[in-house]
């Protein structure tokens, strides 16, 4: 009797290290996710950074011109316009 009790405690504590340990991977690896998503985010960003670097060259009038038209591709009207 005593050592089906043992061999009970046994697995319950084996189990519970599993549990515990299997709780750590996960927790490491959802800051492993977390750190791709920002590391994901990062390198989009520099991408952007480098195609507003590109984006325009030339004079300030050639450049208001590029940006009033800009604008006005993106513009929504609301109302009677």
Known sequence: MFSIIKKILNRA???DALSKRITQIEAKLER???LADENESLWQYLDEQKEMDNLFVGTAEEFEE???DMMLRNMKPHGDA
Request: no cysteine; net charge negative.
């Open 32 to 34: 492993f996710e977390k």
């Open 13 to 15: 504590t084996s189990f």
């Open 66 to 68: 590029e940006f009033t």
